[in-house]
């Protein structure tokens, strides 16, 4: 079955540089979240979206955006980065109306440095 | 608003033992659903189990089974039949609808000794 995939895997990236992750849902979710595992942290929600539509709001910088695309996609934006922004990103998809947890994909690994 | 409490960062258990994890939760939601994930390793974030809190038995999948006290607004996971696979971070999650976001307790860091 298919699962969530998230792009790139790994990304080193300076300080003060832009980086975007991508996450592919599983076909027919219509709902993305991202979240943000710091080392030896639990995960922090960041952002979701429904229908294209942002659903919802955590500790997201204001360094972020978020958007997700027609086909469903989504992609996490980052500019003027930080060595604390230095984390493991999820993306997870779920399908409202069917009432079933989020699926995690396997995450971007982010060093900045 | 939701917050989750694991208050064992580290456990240990022997191969083919049985360990329980301790979650306790709090949440303004009439309706909530409760989780325990692992992250192995490879931090891969993998379901174990879910419980929707509007039913009252305890889920159960293979080796894995929950207690959950909703008055006490607790949430433990029982692995029975330790294997060396289960050696990883275990996270207990809530979330307050179907669709909504999770939020995670601390973890507990689980190995399992052969």
């Known amino acids: 079955a298919a699962g969530v995939i998230q792009s790139p895997r790994h990304l080193i990236k300076e300080k003060r540089e832009t980086a975007t992750l991508k996450c592919y849902p599983i076909?027919?979710?219509?709902?993305v979240y991202w979240y943000q595992q710091g080392p030896g942290q639990d995960p922090q929600f960041l952002i979701s979206?429904?229908?294209?539509?942002?659903?919802d709001k955590g500790s997201i910088p204001d360094r972020f955006s978020a958007q997700q695309f027609s086909d469903y996609h989504s992609e996490l934006n980052m500019s003027s980065l930080e060595l604390g922004d230095s984390a493991l990103y999820f993306c997870?998809?779920?399908?409202?109306?069917?009432?079933?947890?989020?699926?995690f994909g396997q995450g971007t690994r982010l060093t900045v440095v | 608003a939701q917050t989750v409490t694991q208050s064992q960062p580290e456990m240990s258990v022997q191969e083919a033992e049985t360990v329980t994890l301790s979650c306790t939760y709090d949440t303004s939601e009439n309706n909530y659903y409760l989780f325990w994930y692992k992250q192995p390793p490879s931090r891969q974030m993998i379901l174990v189990i879910r419980?929707?809190?509007?039913?009252?038995q305890n889920a159960t999948e293979n080796r894995f089974s929950v207690n959950f006290q909703k008055a006490a607004k607790s949430f433990s996971l029982k692995i029975s039949d330790s294997q060396l696979g289960d050696t990883a971070m275990y996270f207990c999650?809530?979330?307050?609808?179907?669709?909504?976001?999770?939020?995670f307790g601390q973890g507990t860091i689980l190995t399992v000794h052969p």
């Open positions: 979206f429904y229908e294209k539509m942002q659903s």
């Open positions: 999650a809530s979330r307050g609808t179907s669709y909504g976001k999770l939020t």
């Open positions: 997870a998809s779920s399908l409202r109306v069917s009432n079933t947890e989020a699926f």
């Open positions: 419980q929707e809190a509007y039913k009252q």
């Open positions: 076909p027919r979710h219509d709902t």
